[in-house]
């Protein structure tokens, strides 16, 4: 696989200052959109925050279940101003989508949209994993200060993911879905395991978190919010580890041993 990401050189600007535009001297979050095109044929658009753009679409791609793996990409082209991605699959992966139809559909996140929807929304059960709840502890610790467009502006969300007590990677976005995508992209990029990590979100996780999730094999699920009565149903019958942990530092295990 090849990525081309000309919006790297370009280093777009993730936060704006609007203290001469009016009384309040607070600098915002920059909203940037993205379309992807698979073989040519517009796929999605995605409202993100322009960093990691590589990471972003890679995830996307894999915890939506349109490819398999880094196997089914030939190449990956990212203009200089980060607005669009023509992605390049193999043919055998190509012929996987043809047969899915083409309509859109918004997601949770900040006006995004899929236009191509994978053709296998089957999910595998997850491969559990002993755990300890140190290593959630380590997590929100260690998010505190691998945030810093959190800390400048107020309005994004974040996910990492963990090695027992060890952070390997922390992503930032806008919306919580491309937090949780650029993770698992840059794990695939850097041939770290998903299946072998615990990974911990912000936001809070519906059902199609957990799909994300899932897709991507991760054993343990974590966040500082409640899951859904879905989301709960799924984390059973896939075996997926989920837990909370509590703004006093307590833990609830929703599903899995604790």
């Not at 993911?161 to 992209?185: F, P, Q, S």
Request: aromatic share 4%; net charge negative.
């Amino acid at each position: 696989m090849r990525i081309i990401d000309q919006s790297k050189a370009s280093r777009l600007a993730c936060v704006k200052d609007v203290s001469g535009d009016g009384p309040l001297p607070f600098p915002v979050a920059v909203e940037h959109g993205i379309d992807v095109l698979i073989n040519d044929r517009p796929a999605m658009h995605l409202t993100c925050t322009p960093e990691h753009l590589d990471e972003l679409v890679v995830g996307r791609l894999f915890t939506e279940g349109m490819v398999r793996g880094l196997e089914d990409i030939l190449l990956i082209h990212i203009c200089d101003q980060g607005l669009r991605a023509k992605v390049m699959l193999t043919p055998e992966a190509a012929e996987r989508l043809e047969a899915a139809e083409t309509a859109e559909v918004s997601t949770c996140c900040t006006d995004n949209r899929t236009l191509l929807a994978a053709s296998d929304t089957s999910l595998a059960a997850v491969r559990p994993i002993p755990w300890e709840p140190a290593w959630l502890s380590a997590a929100a610790d260690g998010l505190r200060s691998h945030q810093p467009l959190y800390h400048e502006t107020h309005a994004v969300h974040a996910a990492c993911l963990m090695r027992r007590d060890r952070m390997l990677c922390c992503r930032e976005d806008l919306g919580r879905h491309n937090a949780l995508d650029k993770v698992i992209g840059w794990a695939l990029l850097a041939g770290e395991a998903p299946e072998e990590c615990l990974l911990y979100c912000t936001g809070r996780l519906p059902v199609d978190m957990l799909r994300k999730a899932i897709r991507a094999g991760v054993p343990v699920l974590a966040s500082k919010t409640y899951p859904t009565d879905q989301a709960l149903l799924l984390a059973e019958q896939t075996g997926l580890t989920m837990v909370t942990l509590r703004s006093d530092g307590t833990q609830v295990v929703w599903n899995g041993k604790g």
